[in-house]
């Protein structure tokens, strides 16, 4: 089955891949890269396989004018809600912004994905940026909920009268904050082993989950989680005292940084991986 869905995925892009290099279908049969193909696979699909598949470029434009022409529509059923339409006027700066800063970590991948020795690195990036990202939004969450709370917009209070905490602040304090901070980033190591395993068991990586690998891995995801919940901490506090919503605000701009910082941190990892192991890295299935 698995292999039957490798060839249906290479068919219908055009492409294989062959010692982890992006091979064309028909070089690649004709270098022997790919000689286990199925009598009936390759029947059903060999019409497939003389299409073209790479005339494409009229697809990206046509899906944004959809989407444009449709803006008109999604505006008129949000104004029906008073919340969402106020979330419409002022809710644009923060998306700008953070779709911005997503764009530089989406450069870093686009520099180093096809690179031999950051290849696997499209497979973990998802996972670092998501675990990052939804950790430091619970957090962000959690202090917005404790300022409405004890608070009014416009006003820190007293127990969160420092306007730049430092990071002893953030993490070892006795209060619930901090406290909700220490609880999450401990969360990190256990969650990326599952994950880490995950993707070993089901063999999506294409780089062996050696013990230098694992460490500089980890090592980066605390590194991204650390930094994330004490920019939280930061902006949260930034925005209550301009009278902003922080859940509004907020989250959008410590998502998109956990995408830049994971991002980066993951192609340093990689990159440490292949200075210490060289050429003999060994690579995955």
């Avoid at 869905?5 to 068919?11: K, Q, T």
């Avoid at 339409?85 to 096809?114: C, D, F, H, R, Y």
């Avoid at 670092?128 to 957090?139: E, F, K, P, R, W």
Wanted: charged residues 10%.
């Amino acid at each position: 089955m698995k292999q039957v869905r490798s060839v249906i995925l290479a068919h219908l892009l055009g492409y294989m891949t062959a010692d982890f290099k992006t091979v064309p279908w028909d070089r690649a049969h004709s270098q022997g890269l790919w000689e286990e193909e199925p009598k009936h696979v390759r029947a059903s699909f060999s019409p497939l396989r003389r299409s073209n598949f790479h005339d494409v470029s009229y697809l990206s434009p046509l899906i944004c004018a959809v989407f444009i022409v449709m803006i008109p529509l999604w505006v008129a059923i949000a104004k029906q809600s008073p919340p969402i339409a106020e979330v419409l006027k002022s809710g644009w700066q923060p998306v700008i912004v953070a779709m911005t800063i997503s764009s530089i970590g989406g450069l870093i991948l686009n520099k180093t994905v096809a690179k031999p020795n950051f290849e696997g690195m499209a497979v973990f990036t998802p996972v670092i940026n998501g675990v990052g990202g939804n950790l430091v939004a619970i957090q962000a969450s959690r202090i917005s909920t404790f300022l409405h709370f004890w608070s009014m917009p416009g006003v820190l209070p007293y127990k969160m009268r420092q306007y730049w905490p430092n990071p002893c602040t953030t993490f070892f304090t006795s209060g619930v904050n901090s406290k909700s901070a220490r609880v999450l980033i401990l969360l990190v190591i256990p969650g990326h082993l599952v994950f880490l395993y995950t993707i070993h068991v089901l063999q999506g990586g294409h780089i062996s989950l050696t013990l230098s690998f694992v460490s500089f891995y980890l090592i980066a995801a605390l590194l991204q989680v650390g930094i994330l919940l004490y920019m939280a901490d930061l902006i949260v506090r930034l925005m209550w005292r301009k009278g902003l919503d922080p859940d509004n605000f907020s989250i959008p701009y410590l998502t998109a940084l956990g995408d830049l910082l994971g991002t980066g941190l993951l192609a340093l990892c990689f990159l440490l991986v292949w200075v210490i192991n060289g050429p003999q890295m060994e690579l995955g299935n």
